[in-house]
Nanobody
Framework: DVQLQAYGGGLVQPGGCLRL?????????????MSWFRQAPGKEREFVAA????????YYAPSLKGRFTISRDNAKNTLSLQMDNLRPWDTAVYYC?????????WGQGTQVTVSS
């Protein structure tokens, strides 16, 4: 079974940083482009960032570019998201998926709460 497990979330103060990770299993990781999405309470899930299979290109939601950095380690089957200068509106559950995302691959996500 394919599992994409996001972890590393938590409570952080405004202006702080977090690094999320996503562990992939049951899939040939370096065959896929990968992505991060997030869903805030009462809102639709939205695109955060994506990265090509070989890290050759990265893509970001325009509002997040400059604060978030996506990366991957194909040797470790791991996707990462470095989040800097976090704001309260970044509060959401963060999910990883392949890109384009596939419904069966949505995991439980990891909660990020930005609050003082």
């Amino acid at each position: 079974d394919v599992q994409l497990q996001a972890y590393g979330g938590g409570l952080v103060q405004p202006g702080g940083c977090l690094r999320l990770s996503c562990a992939a299993s049951g899939v040939t990781f370096n065959n896929y482009h990968m992505s991060w999405f997030r869903q805030a309470p009462g809102k639709e899930r939205e695109f955060v960032a994506a990265i090509t299979w070989n890290s050759g290109r990265t893509y970001y939601a325009p509002s997040l570019k400059g604060r978030f950095t996506i990366s991957r380690d194909n040797a470790k089957n791991t996707l990462s998201l470095q989040m800097d200068n976090l704001r309260p509106w970044d509060t959401a559950v963060y999910y990883c998926n392949v890109q384009p995302p596939l419904r069966p691959y949505w995991g439980q996500g990891t909660q990020v709460t930005v609050s003082s």
